[in-house]
């Protein structure tokens, strides 16, 4: 069964601290995402990357970095927490193979910044 | 730029009966492909239709369906026979085909389903 799988289901942070996101997919995928999500405004792209060591700019990406070391690992980085940064992030893979294929997500991680 | 509009930030439906989640699109490019995902409680994102730009037909799996009308940037969701764990956030989404490999997302509507 194919899994994208990120590291933390809730999260509570400080203002100001540098936080790490973890996502980690088992197919084998060349492209990897990481998207928030807030109640009105659907998921915003943050960022992805098509290949290792390789990173585009999404929607938003101010506040934010990426880092893709290895194929299956893509970390979301908050250099210095915010509270506008309280939000979902949800973290996505597909293959390159086509139009059609589709994002497998992970659960979600769910940062609350105090 | 891709834009997704979905107008119903939320929706009831009675238990075994139809119901059509709008979503309309602009896009100035004539390849694309149109999304829908489910979002339960639990969170995750799950995958429950597609539609390419140059298919002619309807896209359906079991009791979803999509209502493409080109014409009108138009990609509803239709669900038949609503069951109780229909009840979620249902998000359209559309992909561009020389813009990358990403999605780009509506706002989503909640729809619950009525006992």
Redesign the interface.
Known sequence: DVKVTQSS?YLVKRTGEKVFLECVQDMDHE?M?W?RQDP??????IY?S?DVKMK?K?DIPEGYSVSREKKERFSLILESASTNQTS?Y?C?S?S?TG??????????T?LSVL | AQK?T?TQ?GMFVQEKEAVTLDCTYDTSDQ???L?W?KQPS????I?LI?Q?SYDEQNATEGRYSLNFQKARKSANLVISASQLGDSAMY?C?M?V?NA?????????TRLMVKP
Do not use: V
Request: glycine letters at 20%; proline letters at 3%; a positive charge.
């Open positions: 289901r492209n995402f998207y009105g405004l659907g998921l915003r792209l992805f098509y585009e999404g979902m949800l996505a597909s390159m139009p059609n294929e589709k994002l497998f997500f992970g659960s979600g769910q | 997704i979905q930030p390849s694309y492909g999304f995902y639990s969170g995750e994102m995958f597609y390419g998000f989404a992909r085909n990358g490999n990403m999605l780009t997302f509506g706002g989503g």
